[in-house]
Every structure is written in C-alpha cells, then in structure tokens.
C-alpha cells in the first residue's frame, strides 16, 4: 500500500484528496482556504 495525498493548489483556496492505492481514493475530495484556519483544518 502506498498512501498518497494529492494537492491542487489555487489562488486563495485548494483542494486536495486522499488515495490509498494508485487510482483507489479514500474519502471525498476537501477544500480549505489559504489562512490560519483552512490550515489548521487541513
């Protein structure tokens, strides 16, 4: 197994998703914002 986040990274917010295997993602795609809190929740 070889677990992998993937990061898109945009102007003000991204957006990121969880993969436990190559094309096998775990969990929904999540946003958060550029700021002390979207990052703390990431």
Same mark, same amino acid.
């Given at each position: 197994?070889?677990? /992998?986040?993937?990061l898109? /990274? @945009?102007? !003000?917010? @991204? %957006? *990121?998703? *969880? =993969? $436990?295997? #190559?094309? /096998?993602?775990h969990?929904?795609?999540f #946003? =958060?914002? %550029?700021d $002390?809190? !979207? $990052?703390? @929740?990431?």
């Open positions: 197994m070889n677990p /992998v986040i993937g898109d /990274v @945009s102007k !003000g917010e @991204s %957006h *990121a998703q *969880a =993969f $436990l295997n #190559r094309g /096998v993602p969990g929904k795609i #946003r =958060f914002s %550029h $002390l809190e !979207g $990052l703390a @929740s990431f």
